[in-house]
C-alpha cells in the first residue's frame, strides 16, 4: 500500500504534469492559460509585404523578444496605415509576447515604451486583470515552463510552440497580491544586475580610450617622433618608443599538425589542462568547457608546454586575433592556439597592446583571405608592436590592470545577483518562500 504523504502546514497536495503531486500554498491555484486571459498569434502570413523603408511603427518578431523585454535592434517598419489595418496583431503595455521557433518559450513583457506597435509570428498572451504581467513574465521564463514546451514542441529541425499547445500550459496561480510581491522583488534584482550591467558596459568603455591615448602618447611625454605604421600610414609616437615586430623580441609556438595528430588525445579528466581557441576570449582567458592530457603526453611536447608568462593568440577561425594571457603555469597548447613568449615586454602591456585597436589592426593585416581565415607563426612573427621603455610598459600594463580589476570585480558582483536571482525565483515561483503581503 502506497503511503499517503500529508502536506506541511499551509500547503496542499495537487496534480502537476505527468500526474506528479506538488505542494503549492493552499490559497494558490494552477490553472491553464487560456482560463484567465486571451491568447492569440503576431502576423503569419506574408508578413514583409507590410514593410515600408518609411515606415515609423516596429513590427517585432521573435528575434526581438528576450527575457529581460523587447530589444529593436534590426527590427523592420510599418506605416500608421497599416498598423491600424493589422489592429488584431497590435500589441500594448502589459501583454507578452512568446518566441514560438529558435528559442521556443522565451518570452517579454510589453513595456509602455512599446505600446501600440506590431508583431509577426509570435503568441501574444493579453493583459488582464486577472493576472500581473510581470509576474507571468518571470513564470513562463523559468524552468517550471519549460518541460511543457518540451511536451508541447512540434516540428522536426526547427522546433515550434503552437498557439494551442500554448493555451493548455498549467500555471502555479498565487492572489494578485503576492503575485504583486513576487515580480516587485525580482523586478528589484533585474534593476540592480542592469544598473552593475552599464557600470561594466562605462568601465569598458573608459578602458578603451585610456588605451588609444596610452597606446599613442604613452605616460609623461613632451617629444615625439612620427613614423611609417600600418598601411605606410604616418604615426606620431614618443620619442623614446620603437617600432618593432613581434619575432624580433618574442618565441612564437604552437602545437604543431603532426604532434596534434599522433600525441594528443583529449580527456574530459586528466593531468595537464589544455587551451583552446575558445577559452581565449579578448576579456581574459575562460575556464568553460576546459579538456586534459596526460603528463606523459605532454612531457613529449615541450615546446609547447605553457609556463604562465604568456601571451596566447587564436591564430585560425572565426575568433582569429583574440589574445588573452596565459591563464599559469602547468596548462598545455591545443589546436589553433600560438603561446607567445616576450623577451624584452612586460607580457601583461604586449597583452593590452595586441588588445587594442592598433594591435588588432596589425594582426588582422596578416590574416589569409581564405574561406578559414588564418596566420602562419611566420606571419605572427612580422606583426608590428610598440616597444616603450621596460618601466613605462610596466606603469601602462599597472594602470589597465586595475581598470580590469574593477571590470573583474563588477562583473562577479552581477554573476552573483544573477544566481541571487535563479535561487529567488525557484523558491518564490513555486511557494516554497511565501512574502507578506
Known sequence: MSQILKPKKGYKRVKWLFGKE????????????KDF?????????????Y??????????????????GIVLDGVDFITEKSNKLLETTRIWSGDLVTMRVGYPGRTSVVKNEHNGINCASVIITRRSKNFVSDFLGYLVNSKLISKQILMHQAGGAQQVVNVGSWKEFLILFPPITEQEKIATILSHVDNLISDTQKIINQTQYIKKGLMQKLFTKGIG???????????GKEIEIPEKWKQITIG???NVTKLAGFEYTIHIKFESTGDIPIVKAQNVKMNGFSFDKIEYISKEVSDRLPRSQIHGNEVLMVFIGANIGNVCLSPGKNWHLGPNVAKITPKKFNTQFLNYFLQSSEGQKNILK??????????SMETIRKIIVLLPPILEQQKIASILSNIDS???????????????????????LTGEVRVKV
Open 37 to 49: 486571459t486571451k491568447v492569440s498569434v503576431g502576423l503569419v502570413i506574408n508578413p514583409s509585404t
Open 221 to 231: 611625454h613632451d617629444k615625439f617622433k612620427k613614423i611609417r605604421g600600418l598601411f
Open 406 to 428: 574593477q571590470i573583474q570585480s563588477q562583473i562577479q558582483y552581477k554573476e552573483k545577483l544573477e544566481r541571487l536571482k535563479k535561487s529567488l525565483m525557484q523558491k518564490l
Open 248 to 250: 624580433e623580441t618574442c
Open 366 to 375: 596578416w590574416a589569409k583571405s581564405t574561406t578559414i581565415p588564418n596566420l
Open 22 to 33: 506538488i505542494e503549492i500554498p493552499v490559497d494558490w491555484d494552477i490553472k491553464k492559460i
Open 51 to 68: 514593410f515600408d523603408d518609411n515606415g515609423s511603427i516596429p513590427m517585432i518578431t521573435g528575434k526581438h523578444v528576450t527575457e529581460n
